[in-house]
């Protein structure tokens, strides 16, 4: 003898929104607002993940292209000045820089260390203050032949004199 299962009469009155043939309701048909909410819903989900797949392609393919169109849509907020050339341009490795007028040529003694770093030190006289490495040509003392830092100080040594910071120990 077989039995049939029945359902509990607390769950007979339940039914499920989602039936075997898909998202059927058979208690109520679909509006028109319905409709138009389901469709732009799925206009939107696919308008986005074409977009993303447009701007990946693009930003792969050319990674750079975001960024010229943003500043090719900037204004320049600089004057439209109309500028020209005198003449040929001489090229030089060397900056333009000013020539330095002395009542007379500092000496050895005129000299003080203010900082040795890596290669390259800072000297000072009263009147000047200069950025030198070795091979620079310094007025009063030549050509800088060692720089030479410790922790106590350091010495500078070029053609004329060596120059000790104060704190540094004498060999």
Do not use: C, H
């Not at 797949?53 to 930003?59: D, F, L, R």
């Amino acid at each position: 003898m077989s039995e049939v299962a029945s359902t509990p009469p607390e769950f007979s009155s339940v039914r499920l929104p989602f039936t075997g043939s898909g998202f059927r309701n058979p208690d109520r048909d679909w509006s028109v607002v319905d409709w138009a909410i389901a469709l732009s819903s799925v206009t939107l989900a696919i308008s986005s993940a074409g977009f993303f797949s447009w701007s990946y392609v693009v930003s792969t393919k050319s990674p750079d292209y975001f960024q010229q169109a943003a500043i090719a849509r900037m204004s320049p907020k600089l004057d439209q000045i109309e500028t020209g050339s005198v003449g040929e341009a001489v090229q030089t490795d060397a900056m333009p820089a000013p020539t330095i007028v002395r009542d007379r040529e500092p000496t050895p003694s005129d000299y003080q260390i203010v900082m040795i770093f890596q290669d390259e030190a800072l000297l000072a006289t009263r009147e000047e203050l200069m950025r030198v490495k070795v091979g620079s040509v310094v007025p009063g003392l030549g050509t800088v032949q060692a720089i030479e830092g410790g922790s106590l100080g350091g010495t500078v040594t070029a053609d004329k004199a060596t120059l000790r910071s104060v704190s540094a120990p004498d060999p």
